[in-house]
Each structure stands twice: as C-alpha cells, then as structure tokens.
C-alpha cells in the first residue's frame, strides 16, 4: 500500500482509495499511475512506460498522454500546477508527491464503498468486544447472522475499516459461492489464505505454511521455488483431509502467534463441506490464537445445506462461538440513514416513517427504495440541498410492492445496451470480470467497461468490485451487482432459451482460459455448460473438478463431484455416454481406494468392467480389470490373479503391444507376489519390460511398472529394481499417483533390504511412517516394511511388537501376514534362546496353509520358515529330520530366483551335511551357497555362508582358508552394521544376536 495526500494506492486489490472511498480507475489507468508511484523519485521516459505496460501491443505516445490526463483527472491535479504528475516536455513524467508505505497488513482488502451507513452500534459493540478477547489471545467464533440484504455485510465491512486501522492486524476474506463454490473443495479459505500471502512482502508467510501448512502452501504453485516444489511434492504425499485441516489450523496458531487476524468468511451458506471443517476445527481447537473468524450467514437456505445448521447448533450448544443476530433497521434507523444520505435534510424523519412501512426495515429494501426514489425524480437536488418534489403524504404510493418489480421498473428504464451487459453479466455471477462479457474485440471492450462504469457511478445494480487479474494474468476490472438479490433479479428475468444461450456463451468465453494453472475454473465451466444443457462438456469439466478437490486431498468432495457428473449421465445422447461413464467410475474407483474403501473401490471398477463388456469395448475392459485387481490384491488375492488373467486374455485381441506388455506384466507380476515363483511368469515380465523401455517415451509409467520392481529384487536384480521404482515416485502434484507412490516406495524398501543397505530401507520406512501418522492414514504398508527389516537384523522381539500392532490397529486389511511374520520372529527368538521344540512349532504353523492365508510374497516367508525348521530340528538335535527339512528347502528355494533364499538354502544344507560328516556334500553345498551370494552381491546371506564356510574348514582342519572366510564373513557383517546411523540402536541388536557374536568373539559358543 502506497499513501501520498489523501490517497492510497492498493497494489494488492488494484484499487485506488480517497479517504474511505474507492475512486473507480481503469485498468491500464491504474497500472500507469502505480508505475510512477513506484518510480516516484526520477523521471520515467515514455519510452519506459509503453515499454512496462504495453509490452505486446503497439501503441503510440498519445495514449500515454491520454491515461495520464484521466489520471490527472481523478486525482484533482493540475498540469500547470502539478501535486502529483509533473510533465517534463518531450521526455516523459515524473511522480513528484511525496510517497510513504504504508504497513500493507493493517488494510481491510476490497471494501464496498461505504456511502451512507447506519453505525450498528449494539452489533458492532459485540464485535468490538470479540475482537478484544481475540487480540487477547482467546480466538473468536462469531457468526453474523440474519436474512438476504438485512446488512450482514456492511456490518462486517464496517467493522474491518475500523479494525484494519490498527497497526498489529491482519485481514483476510473468502468468499463463498453459490453453485459451482460449493463444489470447489475450501474455495474462500483458499482465497483468504493467497490474500494473507500476497499481502506480505518479506516471505515471513511462506516460510510459516512451508513449515507449518505444506499442503496449503502447494495449492499456490506460484509462491514455490521450482527446486523446492519436488521436496513439498514428496512431504505432502498421500495427505488426507484431516491432515490439511489440521494444518491450516497449525498454521492459523504461528500467524496469530504475535498479530491478530480477523479471518471473514462470506455467505458460510454457501461454503464447501472442507471449509465447514475447517471452521468446525478451528472454533474447536483449544490452543491461544490471536484470532476473529468471522463468518456471514442466512439462516438454513436448503436441506442439503444443513451440514452447517448442524455445525453452528453443535457450536452454540458447546459454547464454541458467538451469534450476532441482524435484524431489520427501526424507524429511527431508516430515518438515520435518510439523514445521512440526504445530508440531514429536513423530509429525513417525516420520509421514515413510509420507507419503513414499504421496506419492513429490511435495509437493502431501504437503500433499494431510496435510490428508486431518486431516479424517478421524487428527490433532487437543487442549489446543492436535497429536496423532495411532491408533499411525504403523496410520496407513499409510488412506491414498487417487491423488490424485483422495483428493479425490473429500473432495468426498463436502461438503454438496450446497459441490459444486455447486465443481462450477460447476471449468467457470470454475482461478481465478474468486464473482459467475461465481451466478444474479444478491443472496441467492444472499451464499450463493455464504459457501460459497466456509467452504471456503477449511477449507483445502478452494480458497483466497481476491484481490478484483478484473470487466470491467463489479463488486467480486468471487476464489477459486482449491489447485492445478490439484485443478481438474481436480473438472472430470473431471463427466458429459459436465452440463459441456457447466455450461459453456453460465457463457457465459451471463459473455456480458453482454462489451463493446468488454472483448475478453479473448470467447477464454474462445469456450471455454464450445464446451464446451457451441454451436459457432456458439463461432464467433462466436473471430472477436472473432482480432479482438482482430489489434489486438495479432499477426497470426499470430489466423490460428491463426481456422483453429480454421474447424475447427469442420463441426459447424454447414448454414443457419448459410455465413455463418460467409464470414466467417471474409474475415477470413483480410485477415490474409494485412496480412502481404504476397498470393497467400495472393487465395486466401481467391476461396474465399470460390466459396462465395458457390455459394450464389447476390449480396451475399457481390460482398463477396468487392470484397476479392480488393486482392490482384490487386498481383499482376495486369488480373484485378483483370476481377473488379471481375463485381462490379458483379452487383452491379446487388441493388437496393442505396448497394452498388451502391461498387462500381461501385470499379470505375471501379480501371480509372483502373491501366488507362487514360476519361471515363466518371470520371463514373461522381462519381455513385457523389454517392450515397455522400446517404447520408454510414449508411455508414462504403470502401476504394473511397481509391480515389476518387485520381481526385480526377488531375482537379485536390485539394483534395477531401485531403477524402476524411482519413476513410481511423482514428480507432479498428483493425488492418483499416491497409490503409484505407495508401491513405489514399497519397491524400493525392498530393493534395499536385498542389497543390505538396511539404513536406507529405515530412513524410507520412518520418514513414510511420520508421514502416514501425519496425514491420519494407516501407515501398515511401512509396518510391515520395518518387520521384514527387523527379522533380517535380528531383532526378533522388535519384529513381533509391530507385527502385533498391525494385527491389533488394521481394521482394513486381512491380518494374515503380520500373524505369519510374527509367528516367524517368534520361532527366531525361541531359537536363538535355546528352545527348539516351541520354535519348531512356530516355523510349521507357517507352513501350514490352514494357518497362513495367501498375502503378498506368502511363499517368500514359507521359505524362511523352511529354513528355521531345518535349523530347529538341527538344535534338537534330530539330524535325519534335519536332512529332510533341508531338502524340501531347496527345492521350494531353488524354485525361486531369488539368490538370497537359494543361498540360505545351500547354507543350510551345508550346515546339516555338517551335522552328518557327510563333508563331500556341506563342501558342496558351500561352494553353491557362495556361488549364489556372488551372483546376487549381497551381504544378507553372504555373511552365513562364509560363517558357515569358516566352520566347514575349521573341521576339515584348514586354519588358513577358515581364517579368510571368517574375515569375509566379518566384512559383510560391517557392511550391514554400518548401513545404520551411528546411533542407531538395531547395530547392537544385531551385533549381539548369538550367530553373529559367535563369528565376532571366536570364544563365543552357540549350539549351532
Ligand atoms: N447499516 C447499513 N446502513 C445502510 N445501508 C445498509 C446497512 N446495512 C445494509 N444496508 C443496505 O442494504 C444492502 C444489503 O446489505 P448487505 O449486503 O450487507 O446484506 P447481507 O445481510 O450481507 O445480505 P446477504 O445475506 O444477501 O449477503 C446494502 O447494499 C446497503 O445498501
Ligand atoms: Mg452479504
């Protein structure tokens, strides 16, 4: 904000203020003046100013000369005699008042004009005294209430010049909108949020959302550094709604931590159910906050609304927030403000009287009648008093009953030109740019804005709102009617053909400005092509805008989105229906994934895959079937691996490479991980991946990719696993690709696990674990993650505690492998403590597949069970069931391609042939365990096989070689502990663990 004499230029809402008073200013008018106030020390050349201003546009000096004459003009200032802008011949201007800043926060944004108001002064004395304990640090709640035009909002703008004059407040102010607002998921707080941003110069705001509100913070993509939008993107991931309100609560605490805000939020009626929540938390919240939420209300409007009548009840009956209840002006009100408005003429307190009866007191009827009685010349001014032209007793009857027909008398009287701006301007909105209601022609332009201006300064339905900038960045002013009654009067006095041909022609208006930069828009596209029953468009730009609530991680909002688009499906022409409806399912789909609705989820998807069928369309089929295997992995693995197969069957008649490459990946990748290890399966994922990198660039990665990582790892490949896995992370703000992620990082936990870089594989596992328990989502994917981890660092105990918590906490999931990795830590830990018997049991009850359900890489930890059983029955000793265990260990080992199992299984084998004396077979199986951990490069298993290689030649009497395996086995062993931090607790667990400490301490004696 810059003040020089009686102005201030507001940079923030392009507007110029006189006093208390908006002083109306084109466009380019405006920007001319604010780059000389901003330049007010030197002179700028002409030159300079087209070049700042008129950057693309060619025009000539004259128009410079033209904008400044007009700026000279509303300033009052003088060219022979300047105060403001002084001309230097042939060179340019120079601002020559002097100029201070002022503290932009202490300005209340875009007030209406104030004209003539009646002080409330028992509401504003409530407020004042809500704003007292507020700036106390007690936060305030407080509802304004009372009927459409009873002065909800002059009051609240009455009470923001006053408040904002302080120096130590902050404003901020939302907005709610009818129709498509509702629909757009924490429109006004958004919009109040990029106000508080904007408004700040040093950055101090950023940096408390970038801490406090990430997920808020990314919603305005522009005040992001492009290298910091990638580490925002990866913190924010998988947000749910409870984590963004509750953040934007958090961050509401440090902004009024030292300065008080007033938080308005416009027509709450209105608002999205995401906003509601935010308001619910905030008034809930207990901590001390500097804050006034205020918020504007009309009592219930609609049954659908009543999600706030029971939040405002729930506050009032909690003692959670103030109610301040506007009602109609008294007679001495209405003669107050006649008395203002008409300078304290006399007829004020006779004229009441009448007014009052006609109006109900209701003040928009007030001021509507008044300015009726103005134009129709029953009040003038004459000699610079105002007069009435007939006796108050004669006046009464001219007097309209209604409101619409009072304004339909004034819309009569316009010329044609005015109603047809108006009439376009009523299909906008309550508010709307100048630029929506032309035709794109510059002179039309220029035409709309003069009509738009020769209104407002009649004080004729609308009044100038502010100059802002439209989502491709054009300069516009905005304009908005006195009220939204006098909105709907015009709007209602449309024809049903001639709104529905209004209201497709804004769409069309407005559409080029839609862009990825700009998804508000597609809510309020959404609305026009309905309005103009181009239900199909419509459709489309709902899908966007489910999208978008989606990105804003308000997934239920854009559930109620999307059920509304699905709604609309019935009055497509059939040929354009299908695939809407495919569409849409498929997004419904994913929306009940991401909420765990996994059930819910599935059904979508199989829907979605009938109508395909239904259809005959092969591809959507196949689409569908891909999706719906997600769910079903979770919910029944088995119908997951069937309907994959379906898939790819059907998949072949499509003659699509490419497609056909991902889902048979899909498919063979999800018989690996949950069914069993075949060959051919993995063969048929490394030749889909063969198709996939030939045509890298034309197909953006799949989830089957994330599947494929998996396998990678379990062949060893690890480290082209990490490979794959990387691309599953996004690199865009997209809340579909969660799932992606969640893989993604599944994969790549382990990648690590295999390779022995167990610190990295923590370092993922905790942070993602920080970050579920932020968002409020069950972190049981990273649950499990840390199990597996801790069953190869040894530290059984560990594992078993999380195993419980995930069979305790996860109401979601089968528990089935968190009982089977837990029973396996168990057997572990039995073992380790000598207790053979029990840990046998354990490992056989894994085996058992009464006991252990099918889950994802079940027959991974059947094997590491058949391993446990091996070594349990060695401890018993039993050597001949030892032997038989061992054998049936390879077997199910060697079946797999998984280097790490294929050289536990030869170590083991070792192990009993050991047991034995059989030395030819344990030197055997030694050199095939340590072929296999060659291969693979692996620390995991590598230091057993030379342990076991170390008490191969010890027995055989080879003190050298025995020594050098012993040194390669404590290599590995460094390898794994030093992969921790250094204060990482599971080093010592894992250096303490008995079969380490025995190749550690030489002297220490296990059984083994
Ligand atoms: N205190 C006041 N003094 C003078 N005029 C007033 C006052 N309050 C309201 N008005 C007149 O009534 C009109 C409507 O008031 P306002 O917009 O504040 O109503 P509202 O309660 O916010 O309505 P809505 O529920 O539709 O938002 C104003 O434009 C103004 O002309
Ligand atoms: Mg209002």
């Given amino acids: 904000m810059k003040r020089f004499d009686r102005f201030r230029l507001d940079t923030t809402n392009h507007c110029l203020w006189r006093g208390d008073e908006r002083v109306p200013l084109a466009p380019k008018a405006f920007d001319l003046l604010r780059y000389l106030v901003e330049h007010a020390d030197r002179l700028v050349t002409q030159e300079e100013i087209l070049e700042a201003l008129w950057t693309d546009t060619f025009v000539s000096h004259e128009v410079v000369k033209k904008y400044v004459l007009g700026i000279r003009k509303v300033l009052g200032d003088r060219p022979d005699k300047p105060t403001f802008i002084r001309t230097i011949p042939r060179r340019g201007y120079q601002f020559v008042a002097p100029v201070t800043d002022e503290a932009r926060t202490s300005v209340a944004p875009a007030l209406a004009a104030p004209g003539s108001i009646v002080d409330r002064r028992a509401a504003r004395g409530r407020l004042e005294g809500c704003f007292e304990l507020a700036r106390g640090g007690e936060r305030q709640i407080v509802f304004v209430t009372g009927s459409a035009g009873v002065g909800k909002t002059t009051l609240v703008d009455l009470f923001l010049q006053h408040a904002g004059r302080r120096p130590d407040v902050r404003i901020a102010r939302g907005q709610c909108l009818e129709g498509f607002g509702g629909q757009e998921a924490y429109y006004p707080m958004l919009e109040a949020v990029g106000q508080l941003v904007r408004a700040e110069d040093d950055g101090r705001l950023i940096r408390t959302l970038g801490k406090q509100a990430p997920t808020w913070l990314m919603q305005f993509p522009s005040f992001v550094r492009v290298d910091e939008r990638e580490a925002l993107q990866r913190e924010i991931l998988g947000t749910t709604r409870e984590r963004m309100v509750r953040e934007i609560c958090e961050a509401l605490e440090a902004i009024t931590a030292d300065q008080s805000l007033v938080l308005v939020l416009e027509d709450l009626h209105w ?46 009956v909690h003692q959670l927030c103030q109610e301040i209840r506007l009602e109609a002006f008294r007679p001495p009100e209405v003669s107050e403000y006649l008395a203002l408005e008409f300078d304290h003429a006399a007829f004020a307190a006779d004229l009441a009287g009448p007014i009052h009866r006609h109006s109900g007191g209701k003040p928009l009827f007030v001021s509507a009648i008044v300015r009726d009685l103005v134009t129709s010349g029953v009040i003038v001014r004459e000699g610079g008093a105002w007069t009435l032209t007939a006796p108050v007793e004669r006046i009464e009857p001219g007097v309209p009953e209604s409101l619409q027909q009072m304004l339909n008398v004034q819309f009569d009287q316009l010329t044609e030109g005015e109603q047809s701006v108006l009439r376009r301007a009523s299909v906008v909105g309550q508010r709307f740019s100048t630029w929506a209601l032309g035709d794109g022609k510059e002179a039309d332009a220029a035409g709309v804005d003069d009509v738009c201006e020769g209104l407002a300064e009649r004080r004729l339905f609308i009044r100038p709102a502010c100059i802002g900038e439209l989502a491709d960045g054009t300069v516009s002013a905005h304009y908005e ?56 468009r419509a459709v489309r730009y709902l899908m966007r805008a489910a999208d978008n609530a989606a990105q804003r991680f308000a997934v239920r ?61 092969t591809a959507v089929e196949v689409q569908a079937q891909s999706c719906l295997a997600r769910p079903l992995g979770l919910l029944d693995p088995d119908r997951a691996i069937a309907v994959l197969q379906e898939a790819a069957a059907a998949s072949a008649r499509l003659h699509d490479p490419a497609g056909q490459a991902r889902v048979d990946m899909l498919a063979a ?43 990678q ?39 690590l696990l295999q390779l022995g870089r167990f610190g990295e594989a923590l370092r ?58 837990g029973r396996l830590a168990a057997g572990y830990e039995a073992l380790d403590q000598g207790r053979a018997d029990e840990a046998r049991r354990c490992f056989e009850d894994i085996r058992d597949p009464a006991e252990t359900p099918r889950f994802f890489l079940h027959w991974y930890w059947r094997i590491q069970a058949q391993v446990g059983l091996a070594l349990a ?136």
């Fill in 873 to 1008: 029955w060695l401890r018993a000793p039993h050597t001949a069931n030892a032997r038989v265990e061992a054998e049936r260990l390879s077997e199910a080992a060697l079946s797999t391609a998984d280097p790490n199992l294929q050289a536990l299984a030869w170590e083991t084998r070792a192990r009993v042939a050991m047991a034995e004396a059989d030395w030819s077979d344990a030197e055997q199986s030694i050199a095939q365990a340590a072929a296999a951990v060659t291969r693979s490069d692996t620390p995991i298993s590598a230091w057993r096989v030379h342990g076991a290689a170390w008490d191969l030649c010890r027995k055989t009497g080879r003190d050298e070689a025995a020594a050098g395996h012993r040194a390669r086995a404590l290599t590995h062993i460094s390898a794994l502990v030093n992969s921790f931090e250094p204060d990482e607790p599971l080093r010592l667990t894992f250096l303490g663990a008995p079969a380490v400490r025995r190749i550690r301490e030489e002297a220490f004696v296990t059984e083994a």
């Fill in 713 to 751: 790892s379990l062949q060893g490949d690890c480290a082209a696993a990490l490979e794959t896995a990387s691309v599953g992370v996004p690199k865009r703000h997209e809340t579909r690709g969660a799932m992606m992620h969640l893989w993604a990082l599944s994969g790549q936990i382990q990648a």
């Fill in 271 to 316: 608002a999205d159910p995401s906003t509601l929540d935010v308001v619910s938390a905030l008034a809930r919240r207990r901590g001390p906050s500097r804050l006034l939420l205020l918020a504007t209300r009309r009592p219930a409007v609609a049954v659908h609304r009543s999600g706030l009548s029971r939040l405002h009840q729930d506050l009032v």
């Fill in 557 to 617: 909002d854009s559930l109620d989105v999307l059920q509304h688009a699905f709604g609309l499906l019935p009055r497509l022409p059939l040929q354009q229906r299908f695939e809407l409806e495919v569409q849409i399912l498929e997004r419904i789909g994913d929306a009940h994934y991401v909420l765990g609705a996994m059930v819910e989820s599935a059904a979508a998807f199989e829907t979605e895959s009938a109508l395909a069928a239904e259809a005959g369309d």
């Fill in 764 to 821: 993922i596992i905790r942070t993602s674990r920080e970050m579920a328990e932020k968002n409020g989502s069950d972190p049981w994917l990273f649950l499990y993650r840390e199990a597996w981890l801790r069953t190869l660092a040894m530290d059984f105990p560990g594992a078993q505690r999380l195993c419980e918590e995930l069979m305790r906490c996860s109401s979601v999931y089968p528990t089935g492998q968190a009982k089977t990795i």
């Fill in 481 to 536: 009617f006195h009220h939204s009654l006098y909105h709907q009067a015009v709007y209602r006095r449309l024809s049903e053909v001639s709104r529905s041909k209004l209201h497709r022609s804004i769409g069309e208006r407005l559409e080029p400005l839609f862009a990825p930069g700009t998804p508000a828009l597609a809510a309020e596209l959404a609305l026009h092509f309905e309005k103009a029953h181009d239900y199909g």
């Fill in 669 to 711: 990748g999800t018989r690996l991980l949950y069914d069993t290890w075949r060959a051919g399966d993995a063969r048929t994922c490394a030749a889909a991946q063969a198709i996939h990198q030939r045509s890298a660039d034309r197909q953006p990665p799949g989830f089957d990719r994330m599947v494929y990582a998996h396998v």
